[in-house]
């Protein structure tokens, strides 16, 4: 599965890399346990640095998963984004509402909580 990691910076703009995962849930998970605070977030980022973009603001960042409102390709088959902001790691899978990931998928210790994703486990990935 095709996904973007990202941080949105103090230029406001939102800097990613793309990233492959098998498991949205694990992936939430191990970006909350690496890269909790904003700057191990952007060290991350800029660690893996696969396909880099800058994108204007948060909205730039979730065009590609909505283009039918903002014309823009979703080249990369992207299925989710990760976003570090306001303190912590947030999701969306449309690109326009964000949620954290404790909301998106239930918190720590047991992460109990799945929501459509169940698991972000997905057939013949």
Same mark, same amino acid.
């Given at each position: 599965m095709n996904i973007r990691i990202g941080y949105y910076g103090k230029d406001e703009n939102v800097h990613s890399t793309f990233a492959k995962c098998m498991n949205v849930?694990? !992936?939430?998970?191990? $970006? #909350?346990?690496?890269?909790? !605070?904003?700057?191990?977030?952007?060290?991350? +980022?800029? $660690?893996?640095?696969? #396909?880099?973009?800058?994108?204007?603001? +948060?909205? &730039?960042? &979730?065009?590609?998963?909505? !283009?039918?409102?903002?014309? +823009?390709?979703?080249? #990369?088959?992207?299925?989710?984004?990760?976003?570090?902001? =306001? &303190? =912590?790691?947030?999701?969306?899978?449309? &690109?326009?509402?964000w949620e954290t990931i404790e909301e998106a998928f239930g918190s720590h210790p047991d992460w109990q909580r799945v929501t459509g994703w169940q698991a972000g486990m997905v057939e013949n990935a």
């Open positions: 849930l694990e !992936t939430a998970k191990y $970006l #909350e346990t690496v890269a909790e !605070t904003w700057e191990d977030a952007k060290r991350y +980022v800029h $660690l893996i640095q696969d #396909e880099m973009k800058e994108h204007w603001g +948060v909205d &730039g960042y &979730g065009e590609p998963m909505h !283009t039918h409102l903002s014309g +823009v390709k979703n080249s #990369e088959a992207l299925i989710g984004l990760f976003l570090h902001m =306001k &303190g =912590k790691w947030h999701f969306s899978d449309n &690109g326009i509402d």
